[in-house]
T-cell receptor
Framework: GAVVSQHPSWVICKSGTSVKIECRSL??????MFWYRQFPKQSLMLMAT?????????EQGVEKDKFLINHASLTLSTLTVTSAHPEDSSFYIC?????????????FGSGTRLTVV | DQQVKQNSPSLSVQEGRISILNCDYT??????FLWYKKYPAEGPTFLIS?????DKNEDGRFTVFLNKSAKHLSLHIVPSQPGDSAVYFC????????????FGTGTRLQVTL
């Protein structure tokens, strides 16, 4: 089946530094990738949608200059949290959808636990 | 504005019995619904889905029911097994809008021996 590899699985960084999270589709081409964040005991909140080769579409309230998303190829999307602060500590999850129209083959990565100290 | 709601944060069911997880939505444009299972520190795993043109979909031990007039769906797991213990999220989508998913708040299911 489709597999999405996300890493790192966890990262601790100092306040003010930047952190990059990678999401790779291993056996399919992901035309669309979604980035979510989840606070403890809360729902998965969509942050942005990225299509290969074009700029990401951010959800209302998500700072695009803080959460940089790059989807340079059909198998790789990255989320960079710039100038991270403790309030950015969260669980970040990517999801990829394969090429082929309106199929609902969403595959999720295993998530990244970010802790900013 | 929580468009997809799971009003029960937790549920405990005895092994072998039926687990019923509920989900309500407010956006009448949603036409596709999915259920995901999630373990701590892992990404969600797809379980089952249903299109708005149906009112029931079954896959093994999992059955999803959709009541469009009530804007309500439910996931039935029978028989429940200890390995089913996890957090369950329902999600909804509007076909054609980049198919982004809107998730509910999740229900933690505990299946006891």
């Amino acid at each position: 089946g489709a597999v999405v590899s996300q890493h790192p699985s966890w990262v601790i960084c100092k306040s003010g530094t930047s952190v990059k999270i990678e999401c790779r589709s291993l056996d399919f081409q992901a035309t669309t990738m979604f980035w979510y964040r989840q606070f403890p005991k809360q729902s998965l909140m969509l942050m942005a949608t990225s299509n290969e080769g074009s700029k990401a579409t951010y959800e209302q309230g998500v700072e695009k200059d803080k959460f940089l998303i790059n989807h340079a190829s059909l198998t790789l999307s990255t989320l960079t949290v710039t100038s991270a602060h403790p309030e950015d500590s969260s669980f970040y999850i990517c999801s990829a959808r394969a090429r082929g129209g309106e199929g609902y083959g969403y595959t999720f990565g295993s998530g990244t636990r970010l802790t900013v100290v | 504005d929580q468009q997809v709601k799971q009003n029960s944060p937790s549920l405990s069911v005895q092994e072998g019995r039926i687990s019923i997880l509920n989900c309500d939505y407010t956006n009448s444009m949603f036409d596709y619904f999915l259920w995901y299972k999630k373990y701590p520190a892992e990404g969600p795993t797809f379980l089952i889905s249903i299109s708005s043109i149906k009112d029931k979909n079954e896959d093994g031990r999992f059955t999803v029911f959709l009541n469009k007039s009530a804007k309500h769906l439910s996931l039935h797991i029978v028989p429940s097994q200890p390995g089913d213990s996890a957090v369950y999220f329902c999600a909804a989508s509007v076909t054609g809008t980049a198919s982004k998913l809107t998730f509910g708040t999740g229900t933690r299911l505990q299946v006891t021996l």
